[in-house]
């Protein structure tokens, strides 16, 4: 297949990703609309229309074999384990797609994609572009646009990533306030920079195969779980969505995640939760900053650990990328952070962003108490917290319940 550049376009609801997504198309580069796929993998008797009537009711799907969207709408986002259910199931068949219309491509492409990030798409673009607006603007948009009461859209806002969220993952911000002929100018140089193949270093953070896996290589993996998924959901239609939702939230490398909770007093479940958060089980991923491992640790910290623990000269910076030792000294990292703080939810927020945490405690506007964070300043972190806890209260309900 010809190596093509791929951009990952995406954005929040109401900014006018559309607008900029029929600017590329215009100047001559092929568009992939991932809602278009979606609405083409839902067709009848389809595997993906069948794997998720499997977890979220056969009533979902209409008696002339069409989705009822508005039911399966519903019943997805009445939780955050549902909604991580469905892109669990329905992800990986537009990424599937995806890399069969990209092997009759060449040149540019560009991936349009409302849940580029939630997808984990955005590791194998070359490039992300985002688009964003005022919220006052998107709302605007939105009530135009949908047939949805203003707390609906409202609630439609808050369930995104917020703006510095997509500026900090993006190569390239594209604002759009109502200025179209700013707006195209902007999206006119974006197009101009990136009209030949090169591959992109890293964004910030950003966690990478080790060795620079290729699109190909990725997508072609992805793929492969794609059919796994549906032999999977196929042959069992009459099991639980706790079984279909274990193939999104596995209980990998085990033994290390047992012996680390007992030796750290920590609840498995939040190492797994840490684990398929910082690094989605990819015990060779490494971020642009040099984050190692299952448990993303700095070769900086782990020094620390090392001379905490008085074990300086057992083992060099690679060992990160050793499940066992990662799983240990991650955990051992939390519980630190758990013993400093004393509770759970300062500890995650210490192992994503450090001791600035001490500092938030000690402002009144983020912890009247000084114990306890009402607010999270930094919207990395934030999201980073809401997303270990989630992921923990589903392996809870998986496997501790």
């Given amino acids: 297949m010809t190596r093509v550049k791929l951009i990952g376009l995406t954005g929040q609801s109401g900014a006018g990703k559309s607008t900029a997504a029929e600017l590329f198309k215009q100047s001559g580069m092929t568009v992939i609309d991932a809602d278009a796929l979606v609405a083409k993998i839902y067709e009848s008797s389809s595997a993906c229309l069948k794997s998720v009537a499997a977890s979220f009711g056969q009533d979902i799907i209409n008696p002339d074999g069409s989705l009822n969207r508005r039911l399966l709408a519903k019943r997805a986002f009445e939780s955050k384990e549902n909604t991580a259910l469905l892109g669990a199931i329905v992800h990986p068949f537009v990424i599937a797609e995806t890399l069969r219309i990209l092997k009759t491509l060449s040149g540019t492409a560009v991936f349009d994609a409302p849940q580029l990030f939630e997808s984990n798409m955005d590791a194998v673009c070359d490039i992300i572009v985002s688009v964003t607006a005022n919220e006052d603007v998107r709302l605007s948009r939105i009530l135009g646009r949908d047939s949805v009461t203003e707390e609906q859209a409202r609630e439609r806002i808050r369930a995104q990533f917020s703006e510095e969220f997509f ?36 964004r910030r953070g950003k966690k ?96 620390w650990l090392l001379q905490k623990r008085g074990e300086t000269d057992k083992y060099t910076s690679d060992a990160l990328f050793d499940p066992a030792v990662n799983i240990d000294y991650g955990a051992y990292l939390l519980r630190y952070f758990y013993d400093y703080y004393g509770t759970e939810q300062c500890a995650v927020a210490a192992y994503n962003a450090g001791f600035v945490v001490s500092d938030w405690l000690a402002d009144s506007s983020y912890s009247p108490d000084g114990v306890t964070l009402t607010e999270i300043p930094y919207p990395e972190t934030s999201q980073y917290v809401d997303k270990v806890e989630s992921a923990k209260s589903v392996y809870i309900e998986l496997y501790y319940s």
């Fill in 167 to 202: 500026r900090s993952h993006s190569d390239y911000t594209l604002e759009n306030n109502g200025d179209i002929s700013g707006f195209k100018a902007r999206t006119g140089d974006v197009m101009a920079q990136n009209t030949q193949y090169r591959r992109y270093a890293p």
């Fill in 208 to 303: 990478t195969k080790k060795g620079g896996l290729p699109l190909i290589v990725w997508l072609v993996a992805i793929a492969i779980l794609v059919g796994a998924l549906v032999l999977f959901v196929v042959n069992c239609q009459g099991r639980t969505t706790k079984n279909v939702l274990k193939v999104a939230y596995p209980q990998k490398y085990s033994e290390y995640v047992n012996k680390a909770a007992a030796d750290y007093n920590l609840p498995p479940a939040l190492i797994y939760a840490v684990i398929r958060t910082e690094s989605g089980f990819d015990p060779d991923a490494e971020s642009s900053v040099g984050a190692r491992g299952l448990m993303q640790l700095m070769p900086s910290s782990f020094e």
